[in-house]
């Protein structure tokens, strides 16, 4: 759920079809049809309103008098041959009352929004209408943008499935994979794949039509492509190629677009779709919210089903670690083991399933010269087989749960006590997981009846909140919190951050209960806290950071970025920030020395991009690493590169070990594992030029190591990695090399998994590549001679930074203390912490980061290049003057 909608490389690669004059449909419209017609703004395949039958504003829909006139322009009705039973389950969905209005909307409007309850049907109907009305005759496609991949995969498969036409026709494309083929009619995608394909066409002409789902997540890829297509739409209007839009939300909240005169000049018709929601009793939660709302959940999952009438359960937790574990507590729970269901295969080892499914990551034969692998004896080091502390805790909890029993308060509501059935406290509960990065054939599982005999659990992220409805829920388990990414201004850094919903999103996820009867939702906080959320979450794009976003503008040629037409857009300070960073990666062209003046710059924010910023913005990574994999391309640096950027972009490689101990044996096994993990650090990091790569060589090393042993549990358990984020990296590190390939072929990379180690001089230049990639992120070490007080001692100096910054002691290069470093965060707890901390040469850095040296004299003309040759840079007459000293103001450094 983190990482939906992140722009791909490898998004749609066929071409589009050039798409013919709209009036052309059926290849049946006369040929004397003058072609200024089809600029006129209704213009649309509609029966309603035919081409080339100027038809009364009033004209009904498909009359029989509009079917009988001779076939100057026949209505299109594209045939769909659905089963009975799935068109009476479709008769059933509240859009379909509102076919006729939104068709009719359509035809007359360029752009149209549709706003409706979660399950009313909106996802799965509207590229149906669209379909029977012909707007994917002529090879042209109806596009549909999803926020979550979840989302676009379940999606197509159901609407392929409702119409009774193959995935070659009704399919999907996300970051990762896809079915779209010549034959495609409905494109099911996330919003970062769109994205990526208006760079290859930006009048998109192989849609006749797009769908923006959504809306309202106000993801930040939605955002953008809202305000690119209010653009383009002109644009292919003016062709007379025209596009329609539908921008369909699941709230009523959709002023900022329609109330936004920069997006859309006419406000667009707001087509609201009544739903038969049935009441959802709401039951708050009467003491304070626990911390622990993971156990919470489990209990109240627990109390409902032993207590309450059959309806499928829905839980909201944050992540999907919080959700797996959850579903082991309640398998255990309620066990289903005595029968095996169809559907629920017996899971595959987690060694086994890690290697499936990669293309290119097979193994490989081993090469001579391995990582160096732990030389350590385990015999005084007791391995924690996997997860089990953690299960032994849970099955203590679970026994202390059921001797509670029904001491739990659980506020049965209303229809509670309706003498309804009561359940057989001892019929298993079917108990599914769903999250983004779920397999989307697990995904579907959701999708299906429950097996005879039992009811369905689902636990779930967000994703269940709008995006998927699951049929047969009445009752709502919501923990209140969501997971977000958190940007801190000051650090640059983004992190995730469990924090409360807002009131919209607790709402929404009160109304899954209701689909299909009367439910309950119950709040595992109080109604005081509820009281306090935020009314509505706000969008993405003003919460984080966008050098990302306006790379990619940039890379479309929309050079002032602060005139795009953004739904919300993000704060001055945030689009300025972005427009220097990549001006000092590279990535954007400086503006004139003369022009150089803050003041013009934030009035203009114009600069264009440069062939280095091309490049990057076709890597799927944030702007800094994709400049080091843009300059990796020497000296056989990029695996390496590739490695290390993955591993960076894949948070927390290693355990979290510092954790609280509950028992004196568990502590003394931490400590153990601590210790060693600890050696294997300086292992992996190294000696002399690889030392100075610091904590990155340490990422190389441990990932080096961990494929070489074949990337096992065990190797992953008993050094201290999380296997999950190692498996992470792999795939990223295949991704990588696909978009490394596809922008320099002649590299020729192929994922080799088992990397031989980097040699000396590679080492070197990767701390060069770092270097330049996290310029912004440079400190300079405090000079023991000026130290005026104690509180500098040890310390660094960054450009933005006030305070001390220290190296982190988890930090290979904690003693080591260069005098110059970057890194990759810096994390505030007791102290500022710098963390994945790498050193830096100072002569390196007048050339590689001039940006951010003030030069007492004037930079030679052309500015000093880096000698690759010679291995290092050469010397530079001028002497750079770096920031002031923070005890001694006046003075300048070096
Ligand atoms: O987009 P919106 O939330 O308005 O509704 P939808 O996703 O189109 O769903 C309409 C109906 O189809 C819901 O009642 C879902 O339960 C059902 N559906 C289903 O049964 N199986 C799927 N794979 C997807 C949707
Ligand atoms: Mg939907």
């Not at 494109?187 to 809306?215: C, N, S, W």
């Not at 992120?777 to 001679?785: D, G, I, K, P, T």
């Amino acid at each position: 759920e983190e990482e939906e909608g992140e722009s791909s490389a490898e998004s749609e690669l066929e071409e589009a079809p050039v798409a013919k004059r709209v009036e052309a449909t059926e290849g049946m419209a006369p040929a004397h049809l003058p072609p200024t017609l089809s600029g006129a703004g209704g213009q649309s395949p509609v029966p309603s309103n035919p081409a080339g039958t100027p038809a009364a504003p009033s004209a009904p829909p498909v009359t029989a008098s509009a079917l009988a006139r001779p076939p100057a322009k026949p209505a299109i009705f594209i045939p769909v041959n659905r089963s009975p039973e799935m068109q009476e389950e479709r008769l059933k969905l509240p859009i379909l009352a509102e076919e006729q209005v939104i068709m009719e909307a359509v035809a007359e409007h360029p752009i149209v929004i549709v706003c409706g309850e979660t399950g009313s049907g909106k996802t799965t109907q509207v590229p149906q209408f669209l379909y029977e009305a012909g707007y994917s005759s002529d090879n042209s496609i109806i596009g549909v943008t999803e926020p979550r991949r979840v989302a676009a995969v379940a999606m197509s498969q159901r609407v392929a499935k409702e119409m009774n036409l193959s995935p070659r026709v009704v399919s999907y494309q996300i970051r990762y994979e896809g079915n779209v083929t010549e034959e495609t009619r409905i494109k099911f995608m996330t919003d970062g794949v769109l994205l990526k394909e208006i760079q290859k066409d930006f009048l998109l002409l192989k849609y006749k039509v797009l769908i923006i789902d959504e809306a309202h997540e106000r993801s930040v890829y939605t955002d953008i492509l809202i305000g690119l297509l209010s653009r383009i739409v002109c644009l292919r209007a003016k062709r007379h190629l025209p596009l329609k839009l539908l921008i369909m939300s699941a709230t009523l909240r959709v002023e900022d677009f329609t109330q936004n005169q920069r997006l859309f000049a006419q406000p667009p018709p707001v087509i609201k779709v009544e739903s038969r929601q049935f009441p959802v009793t709401v039951h708050f939660n009467k003491r304070t919210p626990l911390e622990d709302y993971s156990g919470e959940c489990f209990r109240k999952v627990c109390k409902i089903h032993r207590m309450l009438p059959a309806g499928g359960i829905l839980v909201f937790l944050t992540g999907q670690a919080e959700v797996h574990a959850l579903c082991r507590r309640l398998r255990r729970a309620f066990p289903l083991a005595r029968h095996r269901l169809p559907g629920n295969p017996k899971p595959k080892p987690l060694a086994q399933e890690a290697g499936g499914g990669q293309p290119g990551l097979q193994s490989f034969p081993q090469k001579s010269r391995p990582f160096t692998l732990p030389q350590i004896s385990l015999d005084n080091y007791s391995v924690l087989p996997v997860g089990e502390g953690d299960e032994d805790r849970e099955a203590e909890m679970d026994e202390e749960e059921e001797a509670l029993g029904s001491d739990l308060d659980l506020d049965l509501g209303d229809d509670g006590a309706d003498g309804g059935e009561q359940p057989d406290a001892s019929i298993p509960l079917h108990v599914l997981p769903l999250y983004s990065l779920l397999a989307p054939e697990k995904q579907a599982q959701v999708f299906q009846p429950p097996p005879e005999g039992t009811r369905l659990c689902v636990v779930a992220t967000n994703v269940a909140e709008t995006s998927l409805t699951i049929p047969g829920i009445k009752y709502v388990v919501d923990c209140g919190k969501v997971k977000k990414r958190h940007y801190d201004r000051v650090t640059g850094v983004s992190s995730f951050r469990v924090t409360w919903v807002s009131q919209a999103s607790a709402d929404q996820r009160a109304g899954r209960a209701g689909r299909t009867e009367p439910g309950h939702c119950y709040r595992l906080y109080s109604s005081a806290v509820f009281e306090d959320f935020e009314k509505f979450p706000p969008p993405e794009i003003t919460r984080r950071p966008v050098e990302d976003l306006i790379l990619q503008m940039k890379a479309l040629n929309i050079e002032k970025v602060i005139n795009f037409p953004f739904p919300t857009p993000p704060s001055i300070e945030a689009l300025i920030a972005a427009e220097e960073l990549l001006i000092a990666l590279g990535a954007l062209q400086a503006p004139p020395k003369t022009e150089r003046m803050k003041q013009l710059q934030r009035s203009r924010l114009s600069c264009p991009i440069t062939v280095l910023g091309r490049t990057m913005a076709t890597f799927p990574v944030a702007p800094r690493y994709a400049k080091m994999l843009a300059l990796s391309r020497q000296h056989g640096c990029l695996p390496y590169a590739i490695t290390i950027v993955a591993a960076m972009t894949v948070r927390e490689l290693f355990e979290e070990l510092d954790r609280p101990a509950a028992s004196d044996e568990e502590l003394a096994k931490l400590k153990g594992k601590r210790a060693r993990v600890a050696q294997m650090k300086r292992i992996w990091a190294g000696q002399g030029a690889s030392l100075k790569l610091g904590d990155l060589m340490v990422l190389l090393g441990a990932v080096g190591a961990c494929e070489y042993s074949g990337c096992s549990l065990q190797f992953c358990e008993a050094n201290g990695l999380r296997y999950k984020a190692m498996m992470e990296i792999r795939r990223l590190r295949g991704q990588l090399t696909t978009a490394v390939n596809a922008v320099c072929p002649e590299a020729g990379l192929f994922v080799d998994p088992k990397m031989q180690p980097p040699s000396e001089s590679q080492v070197t230049y990767l701390r060069q590549i770092v270097t330049a990639g996290l310029g912004d992120h440079l400190a300079r070490r405090v000079q023991s001679e000026d130290l005026l007080d104690e509180k500098w001692k040890n310390a660094y100096k960054t450009p933005l930074l006030d305070e001390p910054v220290f190296i982190h002691p988890s930090s290979v290069l904690f003693k080591e203390l260069p005098d110059f470093v970057v890194y990759q965060e810096i994390v505030e707890t007791t102290k500022m912490y710098m963390k994945g901390v790498s050193t830096v040469e100072v002569q390196w850095i007048p050339v590689l980061l001039p940006s951010y040296c003030q030069f007492d004299k004037p930079l030679e003309e052309p500015p000093p290049t880096y000698c690759p040759e010679k291995g290092r840079v050469q010397c530079h007459q001028a002497i750079c003057v770096f920031w002031a000293d923070p005890c001694a103001p006046d003075r300048v450094g070096w």
